[in-house]
């Protein structure tokens, strides 16, 4: 897995993409700044439009790279999950769009040794997809599948072009400009559907930085995280990989309740036999409340919720924070609660915060007496036999079983986030506590997944695709959080001084995503770039909740 050194390529070479960033302005009314190959078009439309392209794109991609595999290697091709076609759906084309910030210059010799021994091996990362029939497979007729072809790294390594004077007077404000252009730019289907974007000038943070932007439907974030992983070494011992996070204490999903020995009384069996009864009504609720919500329920209509619909085509803005993984840990021991449930908490009383001040209610009185409003996140779940990060090989063994197998095995969960004024800052760790422990007693993730896979064998993915669509658009957020490497990593033989993932391409105007590396967590937040003028407010605000938060704890 370790690259070897390999020519610098020529200019010539490489793929340059001709975007001019303006940092002067905000895109205050949403409409994009487009690449001046589409200077007259919004963001939506351009979005659409691209859409459409990638969609005439899929059949031809598959045509072309036919003749130079043979008829052989198309049968052999992988039908796609059904997770992964819904990623093609035109309200759910989702990107995952990741900055990782570098301590080093880019080394583009390096860089590319790497690509090459490890990302372009990968037989997602080397696939494209297709929907070609199957030679003695009717029942599969028309599916998308992947099939595998040649890897041309020139079409993948991007160096846009920068307007220099931006860079220099304001990196920062560059790197997010440039990013979230990249939320209203298609992607081409004919090829491996990933690119590496190099910004090869120092930001606040960072000497250099790399944005990996990839479809969604090439894997999950469990997946995608462990061949990041793979794709680097320890800063200590370059030799080595990066050592893996502690696996949960627990092994199995966290609804798992062991049963008790004999030995323990009949009372122990008999509070092991009701655990279960309590997950079955707690399941029932939840799927019932889920149906509901994808048809009909509705969150109340607030400053944090979509304006209007088409959000999922419109520019995004990624903006980020580097909060204190200790200060999060002080709560977490203080409260006796688990590091999500300090997490569900900032964001509620971040949330809060951000609400009251936009609804212009500055009656502290009158903001205590107000009863809390609920406003609901779809949050994706891990739903792996074996939670946790993996390593690579481990996770392509396709032994069936295999508890931690590639690709989009998630499942989705409604987590309700409480917005209320409390005088004890606490109080939101101790709401967010209750929450996710309530959640933790409920299958409603694994029914989500398998349900979600039965609609498409029964209906097909239009219906699948229109299920999802009413839970996104009637609630508030999306929220994750994922564990990272907790040792200093290189990439490539540059190191990693922050990594800050977060998507694009769903209907919601808010997604929340923490992201932990070695000592810190980084809280990214990707908005709709003309409903979230003040996004930095918002970052302010989760930075501030948890400083209050500490700063309770801390006195208790």
């Given amino acids: 897995m370790d690259p070897g050194a390999t020519a610098d390529p020529a200019p010539s070479t490489l793929r340059k993409r001709p975007i001019s960033v303006d940092t002067s302005r905000r895109g205050g009314d949403g409409a994009s700044r487009e690449p001046a190959r589409r200077p007259e078009r919004g963001a939506s439309e351009a979005r659409r439009e691209g859409e459409r392209e990638e969609e005439s794109s899929m059949a031809p991609a598959g045509e072309q790279a036919a003749p130079a595999r043979g008829r052989g290697d198309l049968e052999a091709g ?48 080397s696939s ?41 007077a304001n990196p920062d404000q560059a790197v997010e400009d440039y990013l979230s252009s990249l939320s209203t730019a298609p992607m081409d289907h004919s090829r491996p559907l990933w690119e590496l974007h190099v910004l090869d000038f120092p930001t606040s943070e960072a000497v250099s930085a790399v944005v990996v932007r990839m479809h969604h439907s090439l894997g999950d974030g469990i997946s995608l995280l462990s061949l990041l992983i793979a794709c680097t070494r320890s800063a200590a011992d370059p030799a080595r990989l990066p050592e893996l996070p502690p696996a949960p204490r627990r092994a199995g999903p966290g609804h798992a309740r062991p049963r008790p020995p004999l030995s323990a009384g009949l009372v122990a069996l008999a509070l092991w036999l009701w655990s279960y009864v309590v997950l079955a009504w707690h399941t029932v ?48 021991n203080a409260m006796k609660c688990t590091v999500n449930d300090v997490l569900v908490g900032v964001t509620s009383a971040g949330l809060s915060r951000y609400y009251f001040r936009k609804t212009s209610d500055t009656n502290n009185d009158r903001k205590k007496s107000q009863k809390s409003i609920c406003v609901r996140s779809a949050l994706l779940v891990n739903i792996r036999k074996t939670p946790g990060l993996h390593a690579l090989a481990e996770m392509m063994d396709s032994s069936k079983s295999n508890g931690a197998k590639w690709g989009n095995l998630i499942g989705y969960i409604i987590l309700p986030f409480h917005i209320a004024m409390h005088d004890d800052p606490l109080e939101y760790i101790r709401q967010g506590k209750r ?41 508030t957020l999306s929220f994750s959080s994922m564990v990272g490497p907790a040792e200093k990593v290189e990439f490539y033989g540059h190191p990693i001084v922050y990594i800050a993932p977060s998507v694009y391409g769903h209907p919601h105007a808010l997604t929340v995503h923490y992201q932990s590396y070695m000592n810190s967590i980084k809280l990214v937040l990707a908005v709709d770039d003309a409903q979230f003028p003040d996004s930095h407010q918002l970052l302010d605000d989760f930075a501030e909740s948890l400083r209050l938060i500490r700063q309770a704890a801390s006195t208790r």
């Fill in 78 to 125: 992988e039908p796609m999950s059904p997770a992964g076609r819904l990623f093609r759906e035109t309200h759910f084309n989702c990107y995952i769009v990741a900055t990782i910030g570098l301590g080093a210059a880019v080394d583009v010799a390096a860089a590319r040794a790497g690509l090459e021994a490890t990302l372009s091996r990968h037989p997602r990362f």
């Fill in 128 to 168: 494209v997809q297709t929907s070609l029939q199957v030679k003695d497979d009717a029942k599969k007729h028309g599916r998308p599948r992947w099939v595998r072809t040649a890897v041309n790294l020139d079409d993948h390594i991007i160096f846009p072009c920068l307007d220099p004077a931006a860079t220099s």
């Fill in 285 to 332: 609720v939840d799927v019932v409340c889920f149906v509901a919500t994808a048809w009909f329920l509705r969150d109340p209509r607030t400053p944090l919720m979509a304006a209007s619909e088409g959000v999922e085509f419109r520019r995004k803005r990624f903006v980020h924070r580097t909060l204190s993984l200790d200060d999060v840990k002080f709560v977490k």
């Fill in 435 to 475: 929450t996710a422990e309530r959640k933790k007693t409920s299958l409603e993730a694994v029914f989500t997944y398998w349900s979600g896979n039965l609609i498409v064998k029964l209906f097909g993915m239009k219906a699948a695709a229109a299920l999802c669509y009413g839970m996104f658009t009637n609630t």
